[in-house]
Structures are given as structure tokens and as C-alpha cells.
């Protein structure tokens, strides 16, 4: 590993002599929004080339993004943008932090001028902001593309969003041309980080080992918390300190990609090899081809080590030749979902609750497919189709939650739930109360894989978009 240099200054970025640190102040879109600010301190703190990422999207997150944005142009970035970045912009911004995100979600542009706006009510120095473009697929040119890939199905729907995983080569341009803050929409959440890694140390393109390596440092960091014992605690099974306040994870890079994985200072959680080996196998299917647009990542023979008090070293990950296709996911409008609930307590609540809910299956009389859960006794571990609901052994529970869900096309059909549930106030077996019913059109996903010549990726300046 590369020594930590104890210095910081605007240029130190471009030090590829430097280890390169990389904080994470976001997991996903809804995460806390104090996490960054400790994550920034420590870099301040410990100096050298530095950067900070926010990940904020989800597969869903995007289509609902792009509804916002059909009802508001300047709306569809995301909604906590101005809370994650106001406390720490300043310091990002005096101190040659890099700020990398895809908060820009479905609308980048909008995100950048909103960034810009926030740096002068803050009375700081205008920041040069990049925006990456191209991931946006739901247009003519690319519907052959789609139909090819997914099917005749993409004919049968209304799109809501259609969107490509581009990867780090944007990011990295941008950065390298000046960029303080780069906003794409939807990127491969690790090619955040590995665009800086690249721009940082200047690797080539087909340069797999070393791309691999960073593209895992970039997945150990994507869920923040996640990795510094947020998500693995389990009270007297895997205990973690002060759970109330896990702090944020960074990464530390070397010239060969290879990392250590620690945490911001003073504050909770922990960063061990277990808490670091439950993230490295995240959603990896395959551990030898962890698929990226940027390269084929391979893990088989990797391992971690503890170096320190929250320090863990990941070695061995080696890197291939990148896919000659990028991953798109299109959601569509896929009915109506009703939702609606009711509380049974006391003495037989929970055969009560079972009655609720038999009666409102008849009532509706096969018009929608419902699903009925016990909150409590059986609802987790059930099905939609109810089957659980035949093995379950009825039980003495005196406090259950009925929920009654089902989707249908019509949405008048589907708000026959909502009445129903809501008529077990009188109509239905003793001692129901608390109903609470929603209705909302729901999202369903297509997902194909389309060949990246097809896919016109690129970057811009905000002052370029505006001039």
C-alpha cells in the first residue's frame, strides 16, 4: 500500500503518487443524511488525494424519478440532494474533495443547476459541475434495440423509463478535465468510484486487473452503512457498537486497485471481515464474473484481512475483458395496487383477524387475486397465492395486523378492497379498528441486455448546457 500523506491541497487529486481515499456519504436513495459530514472530517483529517461518492439509486428508483419529472421539469433528481450535500459542500470544495453521484437520477441537468444554486446560497465559489448523459434508452432510436432484446412485450406496454448501467469512463473524462462535482443518472453503482480510481491514477482502459480490484472497492463502499455494521447487526448474534450511529465507510486505494476498507473516525459500527465479507458477496450471483460495463470482475480467489482497529484489507480480486453488452431496466405501468389494513387485539384477535379476512375474499367474489397477511403470525413467510395461509397452524396471538393487498388493471376494481376493509368497522368480526388503505399505480420491470455501440454515452459542463 501506498502511504498516507498527511497533506491536502485543491491539486492533490491529480497526485497519482498519492493513495487515493474515497468516502461514501450516501447507500441509497431515502439514506441518512448526516453519514457524509464524519466521512468528510476524517478525510479532511487524514489528508492526501480524496473524494466522496453518494449512491442513491435502485432499480425502482429511477422510474419513479422519471414520473416526478413528467409532472415537473426541474424535478427528478434526487429528492434529498440539497440535505446530503449542504453540510458538507463547503469543506468538498475548499479542500479538492470530489464529489461523484448519481443523484442526478432522471433528470442530471436539473440536479446540476440545483448543486449550483445551493453553492452560491451557501456563498461559496461556483463549482465546476459534469453531468453524464446517455443512459436515457426510452427513445426511438433505441426501440429496435429493446424489442430485439426483451421481447414483443415492450409493444404491449407504456413505458414509464427505460435506462442503461453505463459505466466509470464519463465519470473519469469529467474528472479529468476539471470536474469538482460529476452527476450522471443511472451508472453501475461500483463505477463511481472506479471512475475516480481511474482518473486518479490514470489506468488504462483494458488494464482488467487493476479495474477489477477498484470495481470491487467500489462495491464494498455502494451501501455505505451496510458495510460498517448497519445491516449486519443481530442483537446477541452479532453485536456491533453504538448501531444508533454506524459510521460511513471509506475506501483506501492504491496504484494497483487493492484496498482497505475502514470507517469515518469517532463514530459507530464496525468494520471487520465479517461485516466486509457479507457486502463483498451483495448481490454477486457469480463470483467469478461480477459483471459491470467496465469489466468482468472475478473474486473466487480473493480474501480479507484485518490491518487494524476497523481496517480491512480486500487482496487477490483479479479483472477480464468487459461484456460487449449493457444491462437496461424498463419499468412500465402495471395496474393499480390497493392496499388496506386493520387491527384485531385482545382474546381470539387472531381468529378473528383469519375471519376478516375470509370475509372480505368472499365478498370480493374472485372480481381481483388478494393477498391476506397476519402481521405477526404470518405475513413475511406467506405467499401470494395463499397457500401458506392453508399450512399456517392457528395460534394464540392477541395482537394481529390484517392486510389485505391485490392489484388489478382497473383501479375502481382494485379500490374494492379499500371499501371492503374499510366496512369491517361495523360489518366485520368484533373489535377491528385502525384502518389505514393506500392506492397506487404500480411498476413492473423488463430488464434485456443491448449491444454498447448502441448506447451514445458522454459529458458536458453545466456552464456549457447554460451558455
Not at 424489442?147 to 473524462?173: C, H
Not at 484481512?305 to 449493457?326: C, F, H, I, N, Q
Request: glycine share 12%; charged share 20%.
Amino acid at each position: 500500500m501506498l502511504p498516507i500523506v498527511g497533506r491536502m491541497s485543491a491539486d492533490a487529486f491529480f497526485d497519482s503518487s498519492l493513495l487515493l481515499r474515497v468516502g461514501c456519504g450516501s447507500g441509497f436513495s431515502g439514506d441518512r443524511t448526516d453519514g457524509a459530514g464524519p466521512v468528510v472530517r476524517t478525510l479532511v483529517a487524514e489528508g492526501g488525494a480524496c473524494a466522496l461518492i453518494f449512491e442513491t439509486l435502485a432499480e425502482r428508483t429511477l422510474a419513479l424519478a422519471q414520473q416526478a419529472r413528467s409532472a415537473d421539469p426541474e424535478a427528478g433528481y434526487e429528492p434529498l440532494l440539497v440535505e446530503l450535500l449542504r453540510p458538507v459542500l463547503a469543506d468538498c470544495l475548499a479542500h479538492g474533495i470530489r464529489i461523484v453521484g448519481n443523484f442526478g437520477a432522471a433528470n442530471p441537468p436539473a440536479a446540476a443547476r440545483r448543486i449550483a444554486a445551493l453553492a452560491r446560497e451557501l456563498g461559496l465559489r461556483t463549482p465546476r459541475i459534469a453531468i453524464v448523459t446517455g443512459d436515457d434508452v426510452d427513445t426511438p432510436e433505441h426501440r429496435a434495440a429493446l424489442r430485439e432484446n426483451i421481447g414483443p412485450a415492450v409493444d404491449a406496454v407504456t413505458l414509464v423509463s427505460a435506462n442503461v448501467y453505463l459505466g466509470a469512463a464519463e465519470i473519469a473524462g469529467a474528472l479529468s478535465a476539471g470536474a469538482d462535482i460529476v452527476v450522471a443518472g443511472r451508472v453501475a453503482d461500483p463505477a463511481l468510484t472506479l471512475g475516480l480510481a481511474v482518473a486518479h491514477y490514470g489506468w488504462g482502459w483494458d488494464d482488467w486487473e487493476r479495474l477489477g480490484r477498484a470495481t470491487m472497492a467500489g462495491h464494498l463502499l455502494e451501501c455505505a452503512a451496510q458495510v460498517t455494521g448497519g445491516y449486519f447487526c443481530d442483537p446477541g448474534m452479532k453485536d456491533v457498537p453504538m448501531p444508533h450511529d454506524p459510521g460511513f465507510p471509506i475506501a483506501e486505494i492504491d496504484a494497483d486497485g487493492e484496498c482497505v476498507i475502514t470507517k469515518a473516525q469517532g463514530t459507530g459500527g464496525c468494520v471487520d471481515v465479517r461485516t466486509v465479507t457479507e457486502q463483498l458477496l451483495y448481490e454477486v450471483h457469480d463470483p467469478g464474473r461480477y459483471l459491470t460495463p467496465d469489466v468482468v470482475a472475478d473474486i473466487t480467489d480473493a480474501w480479507l484481512e484485518a490491518v487494524g482497529p476497523d481496517r480491512v484489507a480486500l487482496r487477490g480480486v483479479t479483472g477480464s475483458a468487459r461484456p460487449p453488452t449493457l444491462k437496461v431496466n424498463a419499468y412500465h405501468h402495471g395496474g393499480w395496487l390497493a392496499e388496506a389494513e386493520i387491527s384485531y387485539a385482545g382474546p381470539n384477535a387472531e381468529a378473528r383477524a383469519r375471519l376478516a379476512g375470509d370475509i372480505v375474499r368472499r365478498r370480493l367474489d374472485g372480481a381481483l387475486p388478494v393477498r391476506i397477511d397476519l402481521i405477526g403470525v404470518m405475513s413475511v413467510l406467506a405467499d401470494d397465492e395463499g397457500r401458506a395461509a392453508g399450512r399456517a397452524q392457528p395460534g394464540a396471538a392477541t395482537d394481529v395486523r390484517l392486510r389485505v393487498a391485490g392489484k388489478h388493471a382497473d383501479a375502481e376494481v382494485a379500490r374494492r378492497i379499500l371499501r371492503e376493509v374499510t366496512a369491517l368497522y361495523t360489518c366485520g368480526p368484533a373489535g377491528g379498528g385502525g384502518v389505514r388503505t393506500a392506492i397506487r399505480q404500480r411498476l413492473e420491470l423488463l430488464t434485456c441486455a443491448i449491444p454498447r455501440e448502441l448506447v451514445r454515452a458522454g459529458w458536458h459542463f453545466l456552464e456549457e448546457t447554460t451558455a
